[in-house]
């Protein structure tokens, strides 16, 4: 049965709330109806990579992902919707005029993964960062408000930031399944095969061409960090803390795998809940004394 948009906003609430990890805090820095738009819009980027992210084989995700889509363009058009997050999700595109390609780019960018993941050059990846976190960061300004153009630009490089220190923080994980997202020409540049990246263990991580590697991709994810932070200049007042909260999270990951001298392979880096928390209510803290 059909969901209300009421219903749906519940189902895309507690979606964000029991999986959000990174993104659920930097909500909380939001006003309410923004706060429930960007559970919705993470309800969508949740779903997608976990049909993707399947057990499936990988026509059987392919499948998935095209009638999800199909779900997605209906919803959008006031059709039927046939999941619980499209309603709320529909009336947020609505709302905000967030161009539906943005959320499309996503879907292709987590198609781009049902095959192995090799990038050989810098552009590719950053062609791939684009699809499933430069194109979030578009929606996402359109959710907050901006108010000069060059926002757009600035939140692709925002969701490249982001998107690489994913990349970074899971690449043992990832090569373990086949996907190695650095691109070739890194690779080759340190002397390290993508097999020596899939069979890594700790061992990996204190080798000098390994260091080298790690410094490099970590100097340029920071990069994209700095111009990110232009971004403070274009956006609308609401939209400012929540930028905030979450250069500040994922800068934080940064932070632990250079603390963890890059090794990413004993376990996961994550900062704990008590520091998400304590990063996002000081940002709400300093934004109401208007100390930002």
Known sequence: MERSVAESFDYCRALARTTGRNFYYSFLTLPREQRDAMCA????MRITDDLGDSD????????????WREGLLAACEGGPCDHP???ALAEIVKRHSIPV??????IAGVEMDLVPAAYATFDELARYCYHVAGAVG?????LWGFHDPRALDSAVDCGAAFQLTNILRDLGEDASRGRVY???EDLDRFGIGPAELAAAGAGLARDDRFQQ???FEVARAREYYARARALFEYLDLPGKPILETMLRIYGGLLDEIERRKYDVFSRRVALS???KLWIAGSVIIRDKLGLR
């Open 138 to 142: 578009l929606a996402c300004i359109h």
């Open 101 to 106: 390609r943005y959320l499309l780019d996503v």
């Open 273 to 275: 809940r008590g520091r």
């Open 41 to 44: 819009l993470y309800a969508f």
């Open 182 to 184: 650095l691109p070739r």
């Open 213 to 215: 590697l790690m410094r």
């Open 56 to 67: 499936e084989p990988p026509e059987t995700r392919a499948a998935q992902l095209a009638r």
């Open 85 to 87: 997050a499209l309603p």
